[in-house]
Nanobody, 124 residues
Framework: QVQLVESGGGLVRAGESLRLSCTASGGLFSRLTMGWFRQPPGKEREFVAS????????YYADSVKGRFAISRDNARNTVYLQMNVMTPDDTALYYC?????????????????WGRGTQVTVSS
């Protein structure tokens, strides 16, 4: 059973940056496609970014393209989400997710494993 633990959330001001981390255990990390999703207050959970097994294939939501970057360190069983030029619209509970599908995917139902989330709040 794969377990995921997110960290790095917090309160930042608009225009600032934040980096989230997600560490996996219980599975072969290099054979997991990793994703980041977020759930803004009162809204549905939405896709943010995904990275395939080697990190060579990545997908981003249009709303974060050019500002966010997903990366992974297979030696550390960790995936990162670097968030730059943040806006109040980025305020959400951010979730790390994993799937055994080999390539990056933005489809929520493809992910079998989920972390508990880390809160990110961006003030104006």
């Amino acid at each position: 059973q794969v377990q995921l633990v997110e960290s790095g959330g917090g309160l930042v001001r608009a225009g600032e940056s934040l980096r989230l981390s997600c560490t996996a255990s219980g599975g072969l990390f290099s054979r997991l496609t990793m994703g980041w999703f977020r759930q803004p207050p009162g809204k549905e959970r939405e896709f943010v970014a995904s990275a395939g097994w080697s990190g060579g294939s990545t997908y981003y939501a249009d709303s974060v393209k050019g500002r966010f970057a997903i990366s992974r360190d297979n030696a550390r069983n960790t995936v990162y989400l670097q968030m730059n030029v943040m806006t109040p619209d980025d305020t959400a509970l951010y979730y790390c997710a994993a799937t055994r599908i080999g390539s990056a995917t933005m489809t929520l139902r493809n992910y079998n494993y989920w972390g508990r989330g880390t809160q990110v709040t961006v003030s104006s």
